[in-house]
């Protein structure tokens, strides 16, 4: 189930999945993590235990979900290992900044000006995943599934087996000895021999020698032409008549015919709940604009429209 996309989304999309960081970008947040926190680390309590010091200064749990938040996906290991790693890449953090720090390098106009906009960056990733939250109810998300359900179409599939004897393009001769096997793979169908046991002996399909030849349901579009046109217009049961196709020659036995399910909600629940978070997000920002003065010490020039050929003498 395919939703419409968000126009107005912001530019920042916190609801997107994160990926995993070079080792320069993780230090790098991780040093904007510390460096925004000017004062000391309040008095800890059970709820939040310190893991380590480094020199004498604390890193609790907390720090490390932080740490690991903004780490993304880290590699597989046990939890004692992501402990230990986080702790690492902290202690690291805090030792590059104390050194940072000795620099005095805080104090650079430069700095100052990438430290705000991370305290901005960091605020509005915080308030727009708070109305993402927010906006993704149950209820929400079962609206815009129904409202998209509904305007699916409702659409024809099949089930079927096929054999294939393959042929390579332009080769008219072993097209003639392909299509003369198949047609004796037909004659033994005829004669009331099971077509997955005859599919595993001599199809050419590597996927169809262990499951019978069986291609499961699919829609007309999911196949070549010559194929579904035939795999559509047999009745259940029923075989084909030699087929040719691209890949070479077939014989089609369709099982079964249906109109394809809609997807259930569980299935289909994350991308919708992303759609609803994206949307609220959407619908926020341009509110905010709308109510916002915002001034432009600029011009954009419009794009020139490209001038008409000249006609030919």
């Known amino acids: 189930m395919t939703l419409p996309t968000?126009?107005?989304?912001?530019?920042?999309?916190?609801?997107?999945?994160?990926?995993?960081?070079p080792?320069?970008?993780?230090?790098?947040?991780a040093l904007v993590l510390t460096l925004t926190a000017t004062a000391p680390l309040a008095a800890q309590d059970a709820k939040d235990p310190v893991v380590a010091t480094v020199n004498g200064k604390p890193i609790t749990q907390s720090d490390l979900a932080v740490a690991e938040e903004e780490a993304g996906q880290l590699p597989p290991m046990s939890e004692?290992?992501?402990k230990d790693y986080l702790v690492q890449f902290m202690a690291d953090a805090i030792l590059i900044t104390k050194a940072a720090e000795d620099k005095k390098l805080?104090?650079?106009?430069?700095?100052?000006?990438?430290?705000?906009?991370?305290?901005?960056?960091?605020l509005m990733?915080?308030?727009l995943n708070q109305?993402?939250?927010?906006?993704?109810?149950?209820?929400?998300?079962?609206?815009?599934?129904?409202?998209?359900?509904?305007?699916?179409?409702?659409?024809?599939?099949?089930?079927?087996?096929?054999?294939?004897?393959?042929?390579?393009?332009?080769?008219?001769?072993?097209?003639?000895?392909?299509?003369?096997?198949?047609?004796?793979?037909?004659?033994?169908?005829?004669?009331?021999?099971?077509f997955a046991k005859v599919a595993g002996e001599v199809t050419e399909d590597?996927?169809?020698k262990a499951n019978g030849g069986d291609l499961g349901y699919f829609t007309k579009d999911q196949m070549v032409p010559e194929f579904a046109?035939?795999?559509?217009s047999l009745e259940k049961g029923k075989i084909s008549a030699p087929v040719k196709t691209q890949f070479g020659w077939h014989v089609i036995k369709t099982e079964d015919k249906r109109v394809k399910p809609k997807p259930s909600f569980e299935d289909v629940k994350p991308q919708v709940e992303q759609f609803v978070a994206r949307k609220a997000q959407a619908e926020f920002v341009t509110k905010l604009r709308a109510d916002a003065k915002i001034e432009k010490n600029y011009t954009v020039e419009e794009p020139k429209a490209d001038a008409p050929a000249a006609p030919k003498q």
């Open 106 to 122: 805080a104090d650079d106009d430069a700095f100052k000006r990438k430290l705000e906009f991370a305290r901005q960056k960091l």
């Open 229 to 232: 046109n035939v795999a559509f």
């Open 80 to 82: 004692n290992a992501k």
């Open 125 to 127: 990733e915080s308030l």
């Open 6 to 21: 968000c126009a107005g989304a912001p530019a920042f999309a916190p609801t997107a999945p994160r990926q995993s960081r």
């Open 206 to 208: 590597p996927s169809g």
């Open 131 to 194: 109305v993402a939250k927010e906006a993704s109810t149950d209820a929400a998300m079962r609206a815009v599934y129904d409202d998209a359900v509904i305007k699916i179409p409702a659409e024809e599939e099949v089930k079927a087996a096929h054999i294939l004897i393959r042929a390579a393009a332009g080769d008219d001769k072993a097209s003639k000895a392909a299509e003369d096997k198949i047609k004796a793979v037909i004659a033994r169908l005829n004669k009331g021999e099971d």
């Open 23 to 29: 080792i320069a970008r993780l230090f790098a947040g």
